[in-house]
């Protein structure tokens, strides 16, 4: 197909293309910034823990070794690398811990290690890196919540990373200064570059976790190159979305909404709905861990009095994350096992991944007093797009006592979000153990004022081991 055709058809990804172009940051509102803000300190956080564990250690020496231009920082690496690399090293190391920011996803895992690989090559400000931020997370939602399948299909097949490819390409596009046209060619080159939906082989299966876990280095990676090989010239099927043989379909969907495109920043940001995590744990357990929280600080009982729990909640937990690890980097998988290490009062965080936890005896015993059940309310609310994530904790004590809790919106989500403080602690808790309290109090100090940095490049050489 030739450039004349290609442009004399008007596809989603040309409306998404100039949607993205059209967003400024003298247009965005000050919560949708702020919301930025907290995303970008949250996502870093997460990226300087997982750089803690083995995989982070395995997967930042691997492309340490590779050779090529010293661009961009591998967070706590000891040298730059190529800016795709480290895009693709940064992405993988946020989601490594699952304590990211979520969207049906990770977002923030794709939005931005991509930003900041680029922002730090270009020496880009921080109000442009706040406005590729936005962005990214703005058209990535959108096209996220358009092709979401039905309940029914998504008990067979659900992709994350590959939809968050398009989060990375607009947001690499932002900060490489694309245009329009150019951002509507990467959108549809980073189609390509998506990872099959691989969701339901992520390991539940066979209770070990592989650990690639959801592919966002890949996404990341692809849409950065969508990004730069547009800058290049690089043509794409901008119809790539539409009809009845468009991404939807390539993505294992059964579903596709018209994507809702206006140009300009709309009265609530993509960024403004977008969940910040307190627990080290897969979102599905997480309402079940605020209950287990809230019974723990308002009843009276004694954790070696406990004969049973009862968790009532949606068919993902009940039927994909009621297992016993056999490894300790699946950990944060297993509801069981969640709800003994929460109930013990250990820390959430790297310290969740520790191995010892497999044999501990009082962690299995109390795991074994877990026992799921389905609700049915709380199925039909999680497969909406505006979802509830609802759980209800019963534990029986010594002498028959009973005490319940149900939770309908978990911690951090927005409609009950973390305070600016408690995500302060969140963050200092992953990096003041790895990169000082100096360091760590600078950064996050820049991060919440990152519109006066006139150069990210700072900011990113602070990550540096």
């Given at each position: 197909?030739?450039?004349?055709?290609?442009?004399?058809?008007?596809?989603?990804?040309?409306?998404l293309?100039?949607?993205a172009?059209?967003i400024?940051f003298e247009?965005?509102?000050?919560?949708?910034?702020?919301?930025a803000?907290?995303?970008?300190l949250?996502?870093?956080?997460?990226?300087?823990?997982g750089?803690?564990?083995?995989q982070?250690?395995?997967?930042?020496?691997?492309?340490a070794a590779?050779?090529?231009?010293?661009?961009?920082?591998?967070?706590?690496?000891?040298?730059?690398?190529p800016?795709?690399?480290?895009?693709y090293?940064?992405a993988?190391?946020a989601?490594l811990?699952?304590?990211?920011?979520?969207?049906?996803g990770?977002?923030?895992?794709?939005?931005?290690p991509?930003?900041?690989?680029?922002?730090?090559?270009?020496?880009?400000?921080?109000?442009?890196?706040?406005?590729?931020?936005?962005a990214g997370?703005?058209?990535?939602?959108r096209?996220?919540d358009?092709i979401k399948?039905s309940?029914?299909?998504?008990?067979?097949?659900?992709g994350?990373?590959?939809?968050q490819?398009?989060?990375?390409v607009?947001?690499?596009?932002k900060?490489?200064?694309?245009?329009?046209?150019q951002m509507a060619?990467?959108?549809?080159?980073?189609?390509?570059?998506s990872?099959?939906?691989s969701?339901?082989k992520?390991g539940?299966?066979k209770r070990e976790?592989?650990?690639?876990?959801n592919?966002?280095?890949w996404?990341?990676?692809?849409?950065?190159l969508?990004?730069m090989?547009?800058?290049?010239g690089?043509?794409g099927?901008?119809?790539?979305?539409?009809?009845?043989?468009?991404f939807?379909?390539m993505?294992?969907?059964d579903?596709?909404?018209?994507?809702?495109?206006?140009e300009?920043?709309?009265?609530?940001?993509?960024v403004?709905?977008?969940s910040?995590?307190?627990?080290?744990?897969?979102r599905h357990?997480?309402?079940t861990?605020d209950a287990?929280?809230?019974?723990?600080?308002?009843?009276?009982?004694i954790v070696?009095?406990?004969?049973?729990?009862?968790?009532?909640?949606?068919?993902?937990?009940?039927?994909?994350?009621?297992?016993f690890?056999?490894?300790s980097?699946?950990i944060?998988?297993s509801?069981p096992?969640?709800?003994?290490l929460?109930?013990?009062?250990?820390?959430t965080?790297?310290?969740?991944?520790?191995?010892k936890?497999?044999?501990?005896?009082?962690?299995?015993?109390?795991?074994?007093?877990?026992h799921?059940h389905?609700?049915a309310e709380?199925?039909?609310?999680?497969?909406?797009?505006?979802?509830?994530?609802?759980?209800?904790?019963?534990i029986?004590v010594?002498?028959?006592?009973?005490?319940?809790?149900?939770v309908?919106?978990?911690?951090?989500?927005?409609?009950n979000?973390?305070?600016?403080?408690?995500?302060?602690v969140?963050?200092?808790?992953?990096v003041?153990?790895?990169?000082?309290?100096?360091?760590?109090s600078?950064?996050?100090?820049?991060?919440?004022?990152?519109?006066?940095?006139?150069?990210?490049?700072?900011?990113?050489?602070?990550?540096?081991?």
């Amino acid at each position: 197909m030739n450039q004349m055709k290609i442009d004399d058809q008007v596809g989603t990804a040309d409306k998404l293309g100039h949607f993205a172009d059209s967003i400024r940051f003298e247009i965005i509102s000050e919560s949708a910034n702020h919301a930025a803000k907290r995303l970008i300190l949250d996502s870093i956080g997460c990226m300087v823990g997982g750089s803690q564990l083995v995989q982070g250690r395995k997967m930042i020496d691997f492309f340490a070794a590779f050779s090529g231009e010293e661009e961009s920082t591998i967070v706590t690496g000891r040298k730059k690398i190529p800016s795709i690399h480290a895009g693709y090293v940064n992405a993988y190391l946020a989601n490594l811990l699952d304590f990211d920011d979520t969207y049906f996803g990770h977002p923030g895992a794709t939005v931005i290690p991509p930003v900041l690989a680029l922002g730090e090559k270009l020496h880009v400000s921080g109000k442009e890196v706040l406005t590729a931020v936005i962005a990214g997370y703005e058209i990535g939602i959108r096209i996220a919540d358009s092709i979401k399948p039905s309940r029914r299909r998504l008990k067979k097949v659900m992709g994350l990373s590959t939809w968050q490819v398009f989060s990375s390409v607009v947001a690499a596009g932002k900060a490489l200064g694309l245009n329009g046209k150019q951002m509507a060619d990467g959108i549809s080159l980073a189609a390509l570059n998506s990872p099959v939906p691989s969701v339901r082989k992520l390991g539940l299966e066979k209770r070990e976790i592989h650990w690639m876990k959801n592919n966002y280095g890949w996404a990341a990676m692809g849409g950065m190159l969508g990004a730069m090989m547009a800058q290049q010239g690089f043509l794409g099927d901008r119809t790539v979305f539409d009809g009845p043989k468009g991404f939807w379909v390539m993505a294992g969907s059964d579903k596709f909404r018209p994507i809702s495109i206006k140009e300009g920043t709309p009265d609530k940001c993509a960024v403004e709905r977008v969940s910040i995590k307190p627990y080290s744990a897969c979102r599905h357990i997480n309402p079940t861990l605020d209950a287990v929280s809230s019974l723990m600080e308002s009843e009276e009982f004694i954790v070696d009095t406990i004969r049973r729990i009862d968790v009532t909640s949606f068919f993902e937990l009940v039927e994909n994350y009621s297992f016993f690890p056999n490894e300790s980097f699946t950990i944060p998988f297993s509801a069981p096992y969640l709800i003994a290490l929460t109930l013990l009062r250990i820390p959430t965080g790297p310290q969740w991944f520790e191995p010892k936890h497999l044999s501990n005896s009082k962690v299995k015993e109390l795991a074994d007093s877990v026992h799921f059940h389905r609700w049915a309310e709380a199925d039909a609310l999680y497969g909406r797009v505006e979802r509830e994530l609802i759980s209800r904790v019963a534990i029986e004590v010594e002498g028959g006592r009973h005490f319940e809790k149900e939770v309908r919106l978990p911690k951090g989500d927005p409609r009950n979000p973390l305070t600016d403080e408690e995500l302060r602690v969140k963050f200092t808790s992953l990096v003041e153990p790895v990169l000082g309290p100096s360091r760590t109090s600078e950064i996050c100090t820049e991060i919440f004022n990152l519109e006066k940095i006139e150069d990210c490049a700072v900011l990113a050489q602070r990550l540096a081991g």
